[in-house]
């Protein structure tokens, strides 16, 4: 029963291993059920992947089915808390540009989808009146999608946190390492916790806590580019946007037909950059600031240097894609997540009372929500 544990301030009824989004989202989750909850997480503060993306909430091209569906849902959610937790949602929408002809099959396709629902094909001289911003000048259409929103990454998962404690109870202990998970025993780098069950998510710490059982699923680590770049006083981005190179990485587009011809032809004008994963995001934050991004490069042990050719392409590609007078990058950075070829997500049960949870496709804040209610009408 929830609350069991109330009186016993070691003794809760759900610890959550790790603080980044997916933790979170399993606390929160469990809180609104009634349920005690501890986080506990090995460093001061998330410092991991949940802070070093675009905390662009990606619904249009997702997988479809169970991501598709998990990611819609976890819209609502951060729609529905983001008031309460002091998260402001920087801005919403996705303008996809098609400059060839093969991209734009790939759209009519989509829209043929149950995914393409409320998205509008917009030919390019009508988008380039709505959306200034964006260079259309030899685009075949865009995709508008209204599904997606953006907070800022970097404060909105401490903001997060800190609602979490103050209006639902949440107990976090920073700053100290789980040794061990033998429920409803955790023994921590600083004393022994109890709990009836525990939500063990760990997302890049694939050799520690249940290491045996995270390698039958054989995940290695994603380690991606990204920076931020100062365009000229008063730009202003319509939305979150991407191009071509992402109709050949997002499931919900690469995996329809008409995306082999498209994948044919950006693999004889941009080999480059498919070799290094890069497909375009681009957000804004609220200082008029733009998040610009990413690139892929897969390893059991991806190394923390940044390229600068990588660096180079994604800044061509943001210069061919919006009407940018400036665009001066004042900050770099990498970051790491894990990744599957066969899964979106693993959802491991060791025993009744334990769940591993690891998002193996980056879509942690897009998906998180989704997957932590999955977990729990299952549980």
């Not at 380039?128 to 259309?136: D, G, I, V």
């Not at 990485?249 to 004889?268: D, K």
Request: charged share 20%.
């Amino acid at each position: 029963m929830p609350g069991t544990q109330a009186h016993h301030p070691d003794h809760f009824d759900l610890i959550v291993v790790g603080a980044g989004i997916v933790g979170l989202a399993h606390a929160y989750t469990a809180a609104q059920r009634g349920l005690k909850v501890c986080v506990v997480e090995r460093d001061a503060a998330c410092i991991g992947a949940s802070i070093r993306n675009f905390g662009f909430i990606t619904i249009t091209g997702q997988a479809p089915g169970d991501t598709w569906r998990r990611a819609m849902h976890s819209r609502d959610v951060w729609q529905r808390i983001a008031p309460y937790a002091g998260i402001d949602i920087v801005h919403r929408n996705l303008w996809l540009a098609a400059y060839r002809p093969e991209a734009h099959d790939v759209l009519e396709a989509f829209m043929r989808t149950p995914m393409g629902e409320a998205c509008e094909l917009l030919d390019a001289a009508d988008a380039q009146a709505k959306a200034p911003a964006l260079n259309l000048s030899d685009a075949c259409s865009v995709l508008y999608s209204p599904h997606e929103l953006r907070v800022e990454s970097r404060t909105a998962i401490g903001l997060l946190a800190r609602w979490l404690a103050e209006a639902h109870g949440v107990t976090f202990r920073f700053g100290e390492a789980v040794l061990e998970v033998e429920t409803p025993r955790v023994r921590t780098s600083r004393g022994t916790l109890h709990a009836e069950r525990v939500a063990v998510c760990t997302n890049t710490d694939l050799h520690g806590l249940f290491a045996d059982r995270i390698a039958a699923h054989e995940l290695t680590l994603c380690c991606l580019q990204m920076l931020r770049v100062k365009p000229e006083a008063g730009f202003q981005l319509p939305g979150s946007v991407m191009m071509d190179l992402s109709l050949v990485r997002y499931e919900g587009y690469s995996t329809l037909p008409e995306a082999a011809a498209l994948r044919a032809r950006l693999q004889q004008e941009e080999a480059a950059s498919l070799e290094h994963g890069i497909h375009l995001i681009v957000v804004q934050s609220a200082d008029g600031s733009l998040v610009v991004g990413d690139s892929h490069h897969y390893g059991d042990a991806p190394e923390p240097f940044a390229m600068e050719e990588v660096d180079q392409l994604i800044l061509r590609h943001l210069r061919s894609t919006l009407n940018l007078e400036a665009a001066r990058v004042t900050e770099r950075w990498t970051g790491v997540y894990p990744s599957s070829k066969t899964t979106p997500c693993v959802i491991d049960a060791p025993d009744d009372a334990t769940r591993v949870v690891i998002v193996t496709s980056g879509s942690g804040a897009s998906t998180g929500f989704g997957i932590a209610h999955d977990v729990f009408e299952k549980w």
